[in-house]
């Protein structure tokens, strides 16, 4: 198969149904994919996973996917994909079309590069296959989109939340699950994923996880000290709800995020 340039675009091939390949696929999809990761495969092709609004978490085969399409499958960038496959239970190929290229601009900056590598990794993880989750895949390209912005690793928690309540294990933070209240919210319950207000938290300080106050608030952003600690608290529950039932931990991209930002301000390149 050629390798093709043109107006700004690299890809695989045409996306249109005119190839013999369509005339033997009886699946045949078009959508738009992030690209989650990309496994060499044989000398000369690829497995790619991408996280598609209408589709899910989907895998195929692109062939001619190895070194010459680095930059194109590079985890974080928007393709526009076309999937064939005989019957709906294979694998399949994938002929992938470059969209927007978020992968590149952040590869010279090390806690974005975390960021975004955390994320693809998180998406993966926990996402089951060929099951759409439409909003984490606009969230997800939201916050790719976002690594510009001096507060994108709130908004990281953030997504990490909504990815929690996409999946059936949202955290309840709107009131007090001791008092009903909802003023002095500080901490979350361990057992139950609810908030929990400073004063009815002292005798189980031990037990609780720390509530940055910046996930109280659309739109806030918090400190380095903030972000580190939602990351403690989205990552407790992902972990225990999701990661320890395939009986693994967390991703090490997603330990790496949070190391770097140990490292050095959120606002530092």
Not at 60 to 87: D, F, I, S, T
Not at 168 to 191: E, H, I, M, P, R
Request: glycine letters at 10%.
């Amino acid at each position: 198969m050629s390798w093709i340039k043109g107006r700004g675009t690299i890809f695989f091939g045409p996306l249109s149904s005119s190839t013999d390949a369509s005339k033997l696929a009886f699946m045949d999809w078009t959508d738009d994919g992030i690209v989650l990761s990309a496994k060499k495969h044989g000398e000369t092709s690829a497995i790619v996973t991408l996280l598609t609004p209408g589709h899910g978490r989907h895998l195929g085969l692109v062939r001619g996917g190895g070194k010459r399409a680095g930059g194109l499958l590079q985890p974080g960038n928007l393709l526009k994909a076309r999937w064939q496959a005989r019957l709906s239970e294979h694998l399949g190929t994938f002929r992938c079309e470059l969209t927007e290229a978020f992968a590149a601009p952040v590869l010279r900056d090390r806690l974005k590069l975390a960021g975004l590598s955390a994320a693809c990794a998180m998406a993966e993880g926990v996402l089951p296959e060929r099951q759409p989750h439409r909003p984490v895949f606009e969230g997800l390209l939201a916050l790719i989109r976002g690594l510009d912005d001096e507060d994108w690793p709130s908004a990281y928690v953030k997504w990490e939340l909504g990815l929690l309540a996409e999946l059936g294990f949202g955290l309840d933070l709107s009131a007090c699950a001791a008092t009903g209240q909802n003023d002095q919210l500080a901490y979350v319950s361990t057992k139950t994923g609810r908030a929990v207000s400073l004063a009815a938290a002292k005798p189980y300080k031990k037990s609780l996880l720390t509530l940055p106050d910046f996930l109280l608030h659309p739109g806030a952003a918090g400190p380095p000290d903030d972000v580190i600690r939602g990351l403690k608290l989205t990552g407790y529950f992902l972990e225990k709800n999701i990661f320890q039932h395939a009986q693994k931990g967390l991703p090490a991209a997603r330990n790496r995020l949070t190391d770097r930002l140990r490292a050095e301000p959120a606002t530092q390149s």
